[in-house]
């Protein structure tokens, strides 16, 4: 049996056992509804199941269960409901339950046209491939992490065989592509130049650095990351064509979050690279592909990076306490001046990257907002200052530096930072720890 064949035949047996155990996941919140209409979806859900188990590959049209049910159409009538009650009102307040029986859906349809690939010829089955990993990954993103987080799980598989399948199915990769510089560092306000440190040890790092909080910037500290490194596993974009360039990616549109037309959608990886990164068409928004723990989605990428020592030098034991996202975009994304609660250690992996940095002890002459939910970030708008009406802000003793390839930040707790990319690509990791 061909690699691939082998792979589609793992795929389809371990959706067909899956059932059993994905009910189990569902079945406590299933049984705790009180709203009538998610009990009746749970029910035609289970009808569902019960009526595609034993022949997924014939279709449900055979089955007994719940006939009106069994039919590709009305499983999609079903997951365009749930969707919409994923879409109404906040996020926040959207109950677990939808969550749920939106990543089972997803599954079911997933379940669904893989059988239906069975019958179809080569060339048409991997031309439906792409949506296959959406599926996942729309149900993996917006959904529950059903049963070990199996759509993520399925979507790397997907994504995997569908690289390795034929030629046609591979993305051409841009390699006329020039880098390109931003025009110009946009904070205002005076700064000077954050100290600067190469291989500096974990002691002089916690006692100079850690315990009083003190920004620095960490030259070249990156050189032993296979991402960093030439070779097969270097971060170029057709690696992250390759690697992740179907997957879908929530993606942030506008200059930057203080502003009011601010929003975020779904789209996949080529696709933001496409229309986003590397040809993007004034006036459409700037992208940002921002604090994104792509290498929880991705998990073969982690192989690629190195978690800084400097994150194990508090509570953090393992890996598990650090959370890594990802920062991508073209030149020019901005992240306001705001803070987080955790230290952070942002490295830079492709193009450039300016910070501005004011240490905790600055915040009277920063202006937070008062709102609780943007109470980090501040009134400040590093861009135009208005000196007028924040006029401590003059006083504001600041640091600057500019992240290149292979350097990174050390920004404390509380501490504020502004950044701007300066180049297209850029791709930084953050990782927070405690
Ligand atoms: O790189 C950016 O745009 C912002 C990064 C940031 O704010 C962070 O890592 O906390």
Redesign the pocket.
């Known amino acids: 049996m061909a690699d691939d064949d082998k792979s589609l035949s793992q795929t389809r047996d371990l959706l067909s056992r899956l059932d059993a155990s994905v009910l189990r996941d569902c079945c406590p919140p299933l049984v705790a509804l009180d709203s009538v209409e998610a009990r009746l979806i749970g029910r035609l859900l289970h009808a569902f199941i019960a009526a595609t188990r034993d022949d997924p590959g014939a279709g449900p049209a055979s089955a007994s269960a719940s006939s009106w049910i069994g039919s590709y159409p009305a499983l999609g009538a079903l997951h365009d409901r749930i969707w919409e009650k994923l879409n109404t009102g906040h996020w926040s307040a959207v109950a677990l339950t939808w969550r749920q029986f939106y990543a089972l859906v997803s599954l079911l349809k997933l379940k669904y046209l893989l059988a239906l690939t069975t019958r179809c010829a080569a060339d048409e089955r991997w031309a439906v491939w792409p949506d296959l990993i959406k599926i996942c990954d729309m149900g993996s993103l917006m959904g529950y992490p059903l049963a070990d987080h199996l759509l993520n799980r399925l979507a790397a598989q997907l994504a995997r065989m569908l690289w390795h399948g034929p030629p046609a199915s591979k993305r051409a990769l841009h390699t006329n592509f020039t880098p390109l510089a931003s025009r110009k560092i946009r904070a205002q306000g005076r700064a000077q130049a954050l100290p600067v440190k190469q291989d500096l040890s974990i002691l002089t790092f916690v006692s100079q650095y850690r315990i009083p909080a003190r920004s620095v910037l960490l030259v070249g500290a990156m050189a032993d990351w296979p991402a960093m490194t030439p070779g097969p596993h270097q971060w170029t974009l057709a690696y992250l064509r390759r690697v992740a360039g179907y997957r879908t990616v929530p993606v942030e549109l506008g200059s930057k979050y203080t502003d009011p037309d601010w929003t975020q959608t779904l789209m996949t990886v080529n696709q933001f690279l496409d229309e986003y990164v590397l040809t993007p068409k004034p006036p459409q928004p700037r992208g ?1 592909l ?2 994104h723990p792509l290498l929880e989605q991705i998990p073969e990428l982690s192989a690629d990076i190195l978690i800084p020592d400097y994150c194990y030098t508090g509570e953090n034991e393992d890996a598990d306490g650090v959370d890594i ?1 990802v ?1 991508f975009g073209p030149r020019d ?3 306001p001046l ?1 803070t ?1 609660p955790k230290h ?1 250690m ?1 490295c830079q992996v492709m193009g450039r ?1 300016y910070i501005r940095i004011y240490h905790a002890d600055q915040t009277p002459r920063l202006y937070p907002h008062a709102d609780f939910l943007l109470s980090n970030t501040s009134r400040i708008d590093l861009e135009r200052p208005d000196f007028d009406s924040f006029p401590l802000f003059k006083e504001a003793e600041g640091f600057e530096c500019v992240l290149e390839p292979g350097d990174m930040v050390y ?1 404390p707790p509380g501490c504020w ?1 502004f ?1 701007q ?1 300066l180049s297209t690509p850029s791709l ?1 990791l ?1 990782f ?1 720890f405690n």
């Open positions: 940002y921002a604090q996202n920062w994304t901005i992240s705001h987080d952070n942002l990257k920004i930072h950044v990319s930084s953050s927070w």
